[in-house]
């Protein structure tokens, strides 16, 4: 039976988060950005995966044996001090499945565990979808940065203590 599982993302899954990323987040961010912040920041990328469950090796996240198709991702970094999301997406046939409740979920306990205790982000206004998925996970808003993103959208900043 296939079960979802959130792991780390290895060196191999970084075209599928590239290529999940672009579809599915209007950004500016190239193939090259997303890179560079994959491997700065490499402990806080995160994959779902529908996993086998006879899998035995599942709890080798490296090998390309438990490497199973990538469903969506959550990109972490450290932006001033504290934990940021960078990117987050789940394709859109395996949305509303708790696929992207997960892999907030477990990047947040990933940035308590190396004592950051606080995560932001940043959503375009326009994103009812993103801003109600936030909301439920408990972020709060903070302020609006106009014009922030290179298309002139504003984007709302958001802020959750863990
Ligand atoms: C935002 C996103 C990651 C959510 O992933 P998901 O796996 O569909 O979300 P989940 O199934 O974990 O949903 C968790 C909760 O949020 C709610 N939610 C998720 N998407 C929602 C939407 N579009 N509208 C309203 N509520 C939504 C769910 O109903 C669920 O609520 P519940 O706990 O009361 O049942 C996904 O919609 C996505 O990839 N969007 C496009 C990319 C994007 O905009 N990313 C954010 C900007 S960086």
Same mark, same amino acid.
């Given at each position: 039976?296939?079960?979802?599982?959130?792991?780390?993302?290895?060196?191999?899954?970084?075209?599928?988060?590239? *290529?999940?990323?672009?579809?599915?987040?209007?950004?500016?961010?190239?193939?090259?950005?997303? +890179?560079?912040?994959?491997?700065?920041?490499?402990?806080? #990328?995160?994959?779902?995966?529908?996993?086998?469950? +006879?899998?035995?090796?599942?709890?080798?996240?490296?090998?390309?044996?438990?490497?199973?198709?990538?469903?969506?991702?959550?990109?972490?970094?450290?932006?001033?001090?504290?934990?940021?999301?960078?990117?987050?997406?789940?394709?859109?046939?395996? *949305?509303? &499945?708790?696929?992207?409740?997960?892999?907030?979920?477990?990047?947040? *306990?990933?940035?308590?565990?190396?004592? #950051?205790?606080?995560?932001?982000?940043?959503?375009?206004?326009?994103?009812?979808?993103?801003?109600? #998925?936030?909301?439920? &996970?408990?972020?709060? &808003?903070?302020?609006?940065?106009?014009?922030?993103? +290179?298309?002139?959208?504003?984007?709302?900043?958001?802020?959750?203590?863990?």
């Amino acid at each position: 039976m296939d079960k979802l599982k959130i792991r780390k993302a290895a060196d191999a899954d970084l075209q599928e988060i590239i *290529r999940i990323w672009k579809r599915n987040i209007k950004t500016i961010n190239t193939a090259s950005d997303i +890179a560079d912040l994959f491997y700065s920041f490499k402990n806080y #990328f995160l994959v779902a995966v529908y996993s086998d469950s +006879a899998d035995t090796n599942a709890a080798d996240t490296t090998s390309a044996k438990s490497k199973n198709k990538v469903l969506g991702f959550v990109g972490g970094t450290i932006r001033n001090g504290h934990g940021h999301i960078s990117g987050i997406a789940v394709d859109k046939e395996y *949305r509303l &499945q708790e696929i992207g409740k997960n892999l907030l979920g477990t990047v947040e *306990r990933k940035f308590l565990a190396d004592n #950051f205790d606080r995560v932001t982000l940043e959503v375009r206004k326009s994103n009812r979808g993103a801003i109600s #998925f936030y909301e439920k &996970q408990g972020y709060k &808003q903070l302020y609006i940065i106009k014009g922030y993103y +290179a298309d002139g959208e504003d984007a709302i900043v958001y802020e959750k203590r863990i």
